[in-house]
Nanobody, 124 residues
Framework: QVQLVESGGGLVQAGGSLRLSCAASGRTFSSYAMGWFRQAPGKEREFVAAISWSGGSTYYADSVKGRFTISRDNAKNTVYLQMNSLKPEDTAVYYC?????????????????WGQGTQVTVSS
């Protein structure tokens, strides 16, 4: 079993940056592909980014491509989401998730474990 804890959210002005972290418990972290999702008030959860077990492959939603970067450090059992050029429409609760199945999955149903989420608010 994997437990995930996100951190790094907060309030930032449009155009600013934040880096989210997701710390995982367990010694099998490197066996899991990881993803970031977000959910804004009144909206459905949406895929943001994903990364393969080794970190060699990354995947992004079109809305964040070129602005967000996902990475992982398997030695630290941590996955990161660097968010640059933030926009008010990026405001949401951000969740990290882990899956033992294929890397790059964009459906939340393919993920086995979820964190509790961290709030990101971008002011205009």
């Amino acid at each position: 079993q994997v437990q995930l804890v996100e951190s790094g959210g907060g309030l930032v002005q449009a155009g600013g940056s934040l880096r989210l972290s997701c710390a995982a418990s367990g010694r099998t972290f490197s066996s899991y592909a990881m993803g970031w999702f977000r959910q804004a008030p009144g909206k459905e959860r949406e895929f943001v980014a994903a990364i393969s077990w080794s970190g060699g492959s990354t995947y992004y939603a079109d809305s964040v491509k070129g602005r967000f970067t996902i990475s992982r450090d398997n030695a630290k059992n941590t996955v990161y989401l660097q968010m640059n050029s933030l926009k008010p429409e990026d405001t949401a609760v951000y969740y990290c998730a882990a899956t033992i199945s294929r890397a790059g999955a964009e459906s939340g149903y393919e993920y086995d474990y979820w964190g509790q989420g961290t709030q990101v608010t971008v002011s205009s």
